[in-house]
């Protein structure tokens, strides 16, 4: 009997064990490396991430790149990274926060949520326009590189990696490649565009404190609800096991989430069971990390929830997930599909663009600058992007753009930014069509655009009055 079990110390596991130590400790190192010399050249300053630059390293020493040091194989195995790690980042996700108060919920975020909504759908309405007007008839391109801006500006890194095995499925193996460099692009582009608009809102007087400069920052009306109490001193490695055995938990309730989901499409069959099978754990572990923090609080022992350990958790699961996924680009790729890559990336940052200075201003109150520059940084680049641009724009905390942030991600983190929609969009692309998809999405962003008008014209006799270009 003892014949028919695999054993775990055989030659073969070892090996394999050997490599993935091998894998976890040079990924480490070119992330320190990374880190190191974007404090020493102060890139943060420029909005560039150390991540990205230890990306670059590992590019630079890929088996692909001009100083091939790195083994095919260990490559092979960074490539299965993404995933694991973003599904880390969405567990601790809400780990570290207070839960938020319900009573008068809506009104704060609901111009919020209503921009992320035309920010989102309207990135699949481009691409589709992009790709149906010109790079179709002129490339002959797959229609599924209609969702690239999408998943790769409001997603990132992580879920244009995550994309890729469902992109390949559906005819475009080349999707994984292009995201992550769309995403790269959108990552610069959030930071030094975006700082160059927080410029132009400074000299026009869209700031909340020039608008109103005798407001002072207090406490957010929209702040948690749990009261946090100190915890008890511990070891600092007693407190990192509980924080990680706490995303464990979340991770594992995705995972059971995910598994009844799957159940339940399953039975329905057809095109239901088919976006059930393609559905990743990420975006469910996001519903573990709420459900373990509503637990915590209502059970008295928030204290053993860090938020400083659960962000560096998620910091450094989302560095090494860009580190990884950026050091296993297919330059080959991109050098030939350059020109759709360059036409989907402006056609998203114009979108963007348009949407921050002519919209926002009408569906946000007093502080919509604030609220409109965090977005867009989110939804071109990653959220830290947001928070780098909201620290230029409102240093002194006047504005309550970060509460209401943080309450839209958590309405819309399930669903948009790699979230269920993001999953299902190829998948419509390919069954419904491309013009049917686009059709749809232009008529979300006409609906939550004209809903977000509605309320903001309803609210407009208790808001203050606000600066608008």
């Known amino acids: 009997m003892s014949e028919l079990l695999p054993n775990p110390w055989s030659l073969d596991a070892l090996v394999g064990l050997a490599w993935l130590a091998l894998a976890a400790g040079v990924l480490s190192l070119i992330l320190m490396a990374g880190r190191r010399i974007g404090r020493r050249l102060n890139l943060r300053l420029w909005g560039v991430p150390e991540a990205l630059v230890a990306g670059l390293i590992g590019l630079l020493v890929a088996p692909a790149g001009p100083l091939p040091l790195l083994p095919q194989h260990l490559m092979e195995l960074w490539g299965g990274l993404p995933l694991v790690l973003l599904t880390l980042v969405f567990g601790s996700l809400m780990l570290g926060k207070p839960l938020p108060k319900l009573g008068g919920l809506w009104r704060p975020v609901s111009g919020q949520v209503s921009l992320a909504l035309v920010l989102a759908f309207g990135q699949y309405v481009v691409g589709g326009l992009a790709v149906l007007l010109v790079l179709q008839p002129w490339l002959g391109v797959s229609p599924v590189m209609a969702c690239l801006i999408e998943v790769a500006y409001e997603g990132g890194h992580g879920s244009a990696a995550a994309m890729g095995p469902s992109y390949a499925a559906l005819g475009f193996p080349g999707g994984q490649d292009?995201?992550?460099?769309?995403?790269?692009?959108?990552?610069?582009?959030?930071?030094?565009?975006?700082?160059?608009?927080?410029?132009?809102?400074r000299q026009r007087g869209w700031l909340l404190a020039q608008s109103q400069p005798d407001a002072a920052p207090g406490a957010s009306p929209?702040?948690?609800?749990?009261?946090?109490?100190?915890?008890?001193?511990?070891?600092?490695?007693?407190?990192w096991a509980v924080n990680l055995a706490l995303v464990g938990i979340a991770v594992l309730i995705g995972v059971g989430l995910l598994a009844l989901l799957r159940l339940g499409t399953d039975a329905i069959g057809g095109g239901v069971a088919a976006v059930g099978r393609s559905l990743p754990v990420f975006p469910l572990a996001i519903i573990g990390s709420l459900l373990?923090?509503?637990?915590?609080?209502?059970?008295?022992?928030?204290?053993?929830?860090?938020?400083?350990?659960?962000?560096?958790?998620?910091?450094?699961?989302?560095?090494?997930?860009?580190?990884?996924?950026?050091?296993?680009?297919?330059?080959?790729?991109?050098?030939?599909?350059?020109?759709?890559?360059?036409?989907?990336?402006?056609?998203?940052?114009?979108?963007?663009?348009?949407?921050?200075?002519?919209?926002a201003p009408r569906l946000l109150p007093a502080d919509w600058f604030e609220r409109a520059v965090l977005e867009f940084g989110q939804a071109t680049g990653v959220a830290a992007s947001g928070l780098l641009l909201l620290r230029m724009a409102d240093p002194d905390d006047h504005s309550q753009a970060l509460p209401a942030f943080s309450l839209k991600q958590l309405l819309l983190q399930p669903f948009l930014a790699g979230g269920v929609v993001t999953v299902v969009a190829p998948l419509a692309v390919a069954g419904w069509g491309l013009p049917t998809w686009t059709g749809f999405c232009f008529a979300l962003v006409l609906l939550a655009g004209g809903a977000g008008l509605l309320l903001a014209q309803a609210g407009r006799n208790t808001e203050p009055s606000a600066a608008h270009p």
């Open 178 to 201: 292009l995201g992550l460099a769309m995403a790269t692009v959108g990552l610069l582009s959030s930071t030094l565009v975006g700082g160059v608009v927080v410029v132009i809102g």
């Open 222 to 239: 929209l702040a948690g609800s749990a009261t946090e109490t100190s915890a008890p001193a511990q070891p600092a490695w007693a407190a």
């Open 292 to 359: 373990v923090r509503w637990l915590l609080e209502r059970s008295g022992n928030s204290q053993w929830a860090s938020a400083s350990i659960q962000s560096e958790i998620g910091t450094l699961s989302a560095d090494l997930l860009i580190t990884s996924a950026t050091a296993c680009l297919n330059l080959a790729l991109l050098a030939a599909d350059w020109l759709p890559l360059t036409v989907l990336a402006v056609a998203g940052l114009t979108w963007n663009l348009a949407v921050t200075l002519l919209l």
